[in-house]
């Protein structure tokens, strides 16, 4: 299995507050991405990394911010939760955007925003 | 904009059967289509890769074709066992999109002894 982490796995938060959410990867690969997974709507992306501090916004990124200061890690900031962010999150690396290059997954993040 | 969609949502089947899951596509200018498996609580597992210019992929029991004129890919499982039982997803990734993924929403299948 890719050496992916995510923490934390499991979050409860209340609506208006700042969540922070972490993902580590040990393989030194480029490209990092974060995705929400919600019935009936398959995972979606919300922002990705090609690089430090090099990051683009996906399908659904608004409400969330990325940062990514080190290879190794790729965090996701929801600035003030909402309801509608409960969900579970999925972060994803990649070696390079080479086309035979497939995508690994964490275990997720389950979060709820009460 | 691209557009995902597995049918049937979900499966059962007895155990040893040959089963075929689904995926279509509604734009055909993809770069490769990628199967996963995603078991309840996990994250997802990459199962098969194809490029744009092959018609198929084979890994053990596993068999994905990819037909780009009719936005259309197929997973063949033989002889299926009740471990195989997990949500199948296929994600598209469109040429001149990054390495952005376009998800389908699954589908769930039950291997039954």
């Known amino acids: 299995d890719a050496g992916i982490t995510q923490s934390p796995r499991h979050k409860v938060t209340e609506t208006g507050t700042p969540v922070t959410l972490r993902c580590h990867q040990t393989e030194n690969h480029r490209y990092m991405y974060w995705y929400r997974q919600d019935p009936g709507h398959g995972l979606r992306l919300i922002h990705y990394?090609?690089?430090?501090?090099?990051?683009d916004k996906g399908e659904v990124s608004d409400g969330y911010s990325v940062s990514r200061s080190k290879t190794e890690d790729f965090l996701l900031t929801l600035e003030s939760a909402t309801s509608s962010q409960t969900s579970v999150y999925f972060c994803?690396?990649?070696?390079?955007?080479?086309?035979?290059?497939?995508?690994?997954f964490g275990d997720g993040t389950r979060l709820s925003i009460l | 904009k691209q557009e995902v969609t597995q049918i049937p949502a979900a499966l059962s089947v007895p155990e040893g059967e040959n089963l075929v899951l689904n995926c279509s596509f509604t734009d055909s200018a993809i770069y490769n289509l990628q199967w996963f498996r995603q078991d309840p609580g996990k994250g997802l597992t990459s199962l098969l890769l194809?490029?744009?210019?092959?018609r198929e992929q084979t890994s053990g029991r596993l068999n994905a074709s990819l037909d780009k004129s009719s936005g259309r890919s197929t997973l063949y499982i033989a002889a299926s066992q009740p471990g195989d039982s997990a949500t199948y997803l296929c994600?598209?990734?469109?040429?001149?999109?990054?390495?952005?993924?376009?998800f389908g929403t699954g589908t769930q299948l039950k291997v039954e002894l």
């Open positions: 994600a598209v990734r469109l040429t001149g999109g990054g390495n952005k993924l376009t």
């Open positions: 994803a690396i990649s070696e390079s955007r080479e086309r035979d290059q497939p995508q690994h």
């Open positions: 194809i490029q744009s210019s092959q």
């Open positions: 990394s090609y690089g430090v501090k090099d990051t």
